[in-house]
């Protein structure tokens, strides 16, 4: 397989998986799926979670940096 390849089917699972399990609660327990953000909000510090969120979009620009321009 392709680094390229490779690349492609971890972005495929990184979004399928949260996806995956916000429906899944919400089929089972009636939970709406913005629940999930108030879970993150009351377990996880928000700078914590900016932070996260910034990383990832960094790691993202650079990796179609990298590959793409």
């Not at 492609?8 to 913005?34: D, M, Q, T």
């Not at 996880?44 to 590959?67: D, E, K, Q």
Request: aromatic share 18%; no cysteine; charged share 15%.
């Amino acid at each position: 397989m392709s680094d390229l390849a490779a690349l492609a089917v971890v972005k495929v699972y990184a979004f399928l998986f949260p996806v995956y399990y916000i429906w899944h609660r919400w089929k089972e327990h009636g939970e709406s799926p913005l629940a999930v953000v108030d879970w993150i909000d009351d377990h996880i510090p928000r700078p914590v979670t900016y932070g996260s969120l910034a990383t990832f979009g960094v790691a993202m620009v650079a990796v179609w940096w990298v590959h793409y321009a």
